[in-house]
């Protein structure tokens, strides 16, 4: 026992003085788990990601939009090998997390679980929820575990151009025709208050916030980075000529932030639990992905295990 506990003292201190963990690190079982919990949650939630927004592909309204959508779709894939990867350094096969998510075991965000009815959907999203997403990655570069750090430097500028393309998706919009405008506004509208949601539960009910900030897996908590995105994306709605679907949003001039009003964490929690409005769809779309590509991967084994024993001959 004593052992256990001057082993987590060298732990915290070596985090404290801002070292990075490494997979052969000792490391408390608390921390691993929580980093496969959160990194396995990360790439679960790019690879679903996709499935929003590869079902405007073949409608997008032009070939150069075309092009910028299937380069951001790829990028997302991408970001999920890189963090199932990080994932398998902490001792957890890829099968397994996997599985996880196909079972429906495992978590992703709670925002893929929405519909993208318009090509402003489009938009929203890389605005929104690439925006909130990069103010929850960008403090990820430095989180304490080494592999996990080094992955988001790559998917951060990458999230920062799908950021900029969705804002601009937007901007045109909001400066054409009055129905495309229109278009805009809605989709503004329907994918806020989900952005807000993406943060996290308030810091007073997060479970995992307080542990995190401690090992310096989070920087930032959860209400400190949804100011950050508030804050920010208000001016950028005012730019482009669109209004914040919130009647109680306003500058505090005491505290130099946005006053914002309540999130409804009823319907949060709703998704999570599996009801929101496609949660079953996705699941069912990534286990027909999945199975659907069952050949491929006997396929690439096969190969692999007679290039293996050609070489071994």
Known sequence: MTEVKN??????AKIDAEQK?????????????????????????????????????????????????????????????????????MGTSREQTIEDLLSGKAKYSSIFNYP?????????????VDGAAIMN????????????ARA????????SFHQRQGYEIMAVL????????????????RWWWPSLMMFGPTDAN?????????????RQSNDELRQTFIDRTVQQAEVIGLSIPDPDLKWNEASQHYDWGAIDWTEFNNVVAGNGPCNKERLAARNKAHNDGTWVREAALAYAAKKAKRKAA
């Open 152 to 159: 988001m430097v790559r998917i951060c500028k990458e999230e």
């Open 206 to 218: 997060s479970p995992h916030s307080a542990q995190s900030m401690k090992w310096k897996i989070k």
């Open 137 to 148: 990655q960008v403090m990820l570069c430095r989180t304490s575990y080494g592999p996990y």
């Open 21 to 89: 963990i490494e997979p052969k690190d000792w490391m408390p079982d608390a921390y691993r788990k929580n980093l496969i919990r959160q990194i396995s949650q990360h790439a679960h939630s790019e690879v679903v990601g996709m499935l929003p927004e590869g079902n405007w592909i073949t409608r997008a309204p032009s070939l150069k939009r075309k092009a910028i959508l299937l380069a951001k779709v790829q990028d997302e894939a991408g970001h999920g090998l890189y963090l199932y990867s990080a994932v398998e350094t």
């Open 116 to 128: 993208t009815l318009s090509w402003a959907d489009i938009g929203a999203i890389g605005w929104l």
């Open 174 to 189: 909001a400066k054409g025709s009055p129905e495309q405008k229109e278009m805009a506004q809605d989709a503004l509208n």
């Open 7 to 12: 082993l987590e003292e060298l732990f915290q």
